[in-house]
């Protein structure tokens, strides 16, 4: 993570408020490119489908009601060839770089070329695994959108999902004896799970 201003001023400020503990890897101050007045680039790069960076930026972002960003989202980034084409469009159109890559070779690509560029950059997920790693001991596993695991329980809840909306609106009643549960209610009030 990089500040655009005294690195130590931006930390002291942040952690007062709880936000932030201290982040020794800043040391630098960075002079913050150009932006528009009432817009600045936001690019959030993600090795999975970026839903985690998006609600976090989107929710730092709302914070600044006079500024509108401009997001760049890139999406399953995964390898050299990938992060080329992100690192030109971050060159093109500077600005907040925030990211869940988990492959380390990414990762010091993308935070040298910041660095060379003189944009803030944050790994989102970075701060939270190292506390979980304090805290429990060990090492996170990196997997790629491992939230997003396709188990038993998923498939479970898509069948009961398909299910429902088979035998809506009385259609196949023959299959009904199978169901769980039976929702019987007047027209118009939302009954169908959609």
Do not use: W
């Given at each position: 993570m990089f500040?655009p201003r005294s690195?130590?001023?931006?930390?002291?400020?942040?952690?007062?408020?709880?936000?932030?503990?201290s982040?020794p890897?800043?040391?630098?101050?960075?002079s913050?490119?150009?932006r528009?007045?009432?817009y600045?680039?936001?690019?959030l790069?993600?090795?999975?489908?970026?839903e985690?960076?998006?609600?976090?930026?989107?929710?730092?972002?709302a914070?600044y009601t006079s500024?509108?960003p401009?997001e760049?989202?890139?999406p399953l980034?995964?390898?050299?060839?990938?992060?080329?084409r992100?690192l030109?469009?971050?060159e093109?159109?500077?600005g907040?770089?925030?990211y869940?890559l988990?492959?380390?070779?990414?990762?010091e690509?993308?935070?040298?070329?910041?660095r060379?560029?003189?944009?803030p950059?944050?790994?989102i997920?970075g701060?939270v695994?190292?506390?979980?790693?304090?805290?429990?001991?060990?090492?996170?596993?990196?997997r790629?959108?491992?939230q997003?695991?396709?188990?038993?329980?998923y498939?479970k809840?898509?069948?009961?999902?398909?299910f429902?909306?088979?035998?809506?609106?009385?259609?196949?009643?023959?299959?009904?004896?199978?169901?769980e549960v039976?929702l019987?209610?007047?027209?118009?009030?939302?009954?169908?799970p959609?």
């Amino acid at each position: 993570m990089f500040c655009p201003r005294s690195p130590a001023a931006c930390l002291h400020r942040a952690s007062r408020r709880g936000l932030l503990p201290s982040v020794p890897q800043i040391d630098q101050l960075l002079s913050m490119p150009k932006r528009g007045p009432n817009y600045f680039h936001l690019h959030l790069i993600s090795d999975s489908t970026g839903e985690t960076l998006l609600t976090v930026a989107r929710a730092a972002a709302a914070q600044y009601t006079s500024v509108v960003p401009v997001e760049h989202m890139h999406p399953l980034v995964r390898s050299n060839k990938q992060l080329d084409r992100v690192l030109t469009e971050i060159e093109a159109t500077p600005g907040i770089v925030l990211y869940t890559l988990l492959e380390e070779t990414l990762v010091e690509r993308l935070e040298k070329a910041c660095r060379e560029l003189g944009l803030p950059y944050l790994s989102i997920l970075g701060p939270v695994l190292n506390l979980f790693q304090s805290y429990l001991g060990g090492h996170s596993e990196h997997r790629v959108g491992a939230q997003h695991v396709l188990n038993t329980e998923y498939f479970k809840r898509i069948d009961a999902l398909n299910f429902t909306m088979l035998h809506d609106d009385g259609q196949h009643v023959e299959g009904m004896e199978q169901a769980e549960v039976v929702l019987v209610g007047v027209s118009r009030t939302s009954k169908t799970p959609t």
